[in-house]
Structure formats: C-alpha cells, structure tokens
C-alpha cells in the first residue's frame, strides 16, 4: 500500500511539473523597452535588389553616400511615398525609420 501511494504521490508531482512552466513572458514591471529596429540590417535585406549588394547603385541609384545628398527626413519620404522608379512603402514604420535613419549616415 505504501508504495502504490508514493507511486501515486511521485507521478502526480512528475505530470503537475510536466504542466506547469508555459508562461515564458517576462515581466518587467511595465519598463518594458522595445528593441529598435536595425537600420542596415533591414536595408540590406530589403534595398539590396535594385540599388547593389554595396549600394552601389544598380536599377535604382547609388545609396553609398545618399548621406551626402539627402537628409534623413528626405530619405524618409522617399521610402515611405516613393520617387521616380522606386515604389512606395516597400518598409514602413519603425523600420522605414531606421532605414532613414542609418541611411542618412552614409556620406
């Protein structure tokens, strides 16, 4: 009897750990922050097609040095509205942003 209750007693801890734990998100009491978008990172994932793996200009210009000739808010409304053959809004937000941003360092 005692080992068919301490059978019972251990399987039922190792199904209730088993269960418990699934809740992975972390509390930070409300100071969460949200990580900024990489710039560069989105840009050569999403830019790379028609202005050059460097930037170097390709189908689209030369983007090496946009710094030197644009301002970030310029660089920004280009994303997001579009110019000449580059359509509008292919990044948007916060990502749109962060491309503007770190393409405004480019000089």
Known sequence: MKKAMLTLVFGSAIFLAACGGGDKTASNN???TATEPDGEAIAMKSCVTCHGGELQGANGPALN??????????????INNGKNGMPAGLVKGADAEAVAKWLATQK
């Not at 040095?65 to 280009?78: F, K, M, N, P």
């Open 30 to 32: 409300g100071n969460e």
């Open 65 to 78: 040095d946009v710094g030197s000739r644009l301002s970030e808010s310029e660089i920004l409304d280009i």
